[in-house]
């Protein structure tokens, strides 16, 4: 679409946030690129699967990798300042 000239008529793209430090009733905005970001990283969580029978011989990767996720989900959420863009 973009090389079919989808957004060549628009001279500017906004996008609305959330922002509960604003007055009500105000839009905050200002040039340029604002209130983005991203990461990555990859990981690798090996495991032996197993039986419900004997689940003390397993070593349930399902399990480590959805700990991680909550682990990192806790980090991103409480722990960071979202304005802080370093």
């Known amino acids: 679409m973009l090389k079919e000239g989808a957004l060549d008529k628009f001279q500017g793209i906004f996008g609305l946030h959330v922002m509960p430090d604003l007055p009500i009733g105000t839009i905050g905005s200002r040039a340029g690129p604002f209130m983005a970001?991203?990461?990555?990283?990859?990981?690798?969580?090996?495991?032996?699967?197993?039986?419900?029978?004997?689940?003390?011989?397993?070593?349930?990767p399902v399990l480590a990798m959805s700990s991680a996720i909550i682990a990192l989900q806790h980090i991103i959420s409480r722990e960071t300042d979202p304005l802080d863009s370093r």
């Open 37 to 60: 970001g991203s990461g990555r990283f990859e990981a690798t969580i090996q495991g032996i699967g197993g039986h419900a029978a004997w689940p003390h011989k397993a070593r349930d």
